[in-house]
């Protein structure tokens, strides 16, 4: 498929602003790179969705990585959430032939709004002041993880926006939440893309035009997390964004 030059400089355009928010909370960004390829006209299931894991697990890795430097990533809390997550992508990505691309639309709007309030509740609380025990940790990242990796796979998504929410849930406080997801996410979006790849459905040219935009957002987002910004209008600005786009998505079915 060839696109016109102006769609392609848009999408990079697009990618690199999306990828700088989503970084700053450990996400990939795949609830908005994959409307952008779909309302740019693109397949959904043949390039939207695997390329949006991959655009996830390159922004997550990055930031990971970051944060690592930083010493912000809980590898051995978050090491049973990311085994999870990167056995039952592929599983996800396998279920994409059988489920209609209308329900995949209105699935994906339904989390994005889903996250999108659950962080808004988050944005009105203080840092957590005592982390959950290591059993209760292990046991609820590993079914949420497993969870979160399935989903990755079916819709392109990721599973960061699941995974973010658990981690504060659990008394991480925002920063040690957004670098372990960043770990844990890292896992199941390259886990999904390569069951997407094996299915046969990936654009490669896209792909390589779209990762220079992701790879610079995410490390400048990174940055900005770690050292400038308030988690709190973070999370409100997630929040507001996520809710905009599923009301996008949905109103695009409806109408």
Known sequence: MTLPLETYALATGLIFVVSILFSMLGLGGGMLYVPIFKWLGLPLKAVAIPLGLLLNGVTTLSAFIRYARE?????????????????????????????????????FALAVSIAGLRTLAQSR??????????????????????????????????????IAPMLMELGYPTKNAAATTAFIVTFSSFSGFLGHMAEGRFDLLLGGLALMAVIAGSQLGAWFMSNKARPSWVKTLYGVVLLAVAVKLLYGILA
């Open 71 to 107: 010493g912000l990533v809980d590898f051995r809390g978050g090491l049973p959430a990311a085994a999870a997550g990167l056995i039952l992508a592929p599983v996800g990505a396998h279920m994409v032939r059988y489920v209609p691309q209308e329900t995949l639309i209105v699935l």
């Open 125 to 162: 609380k203080g840092e957590p002041k005592a982390l959950a025990g290591k059993g209760r940790r292990t046991l609820i990242g590993t079914l949420v993880g497993g969870g979160a990796g399935f989903i990755a796979g079916l819709l392109g998504v990721g599973g960061g926006f699941i």
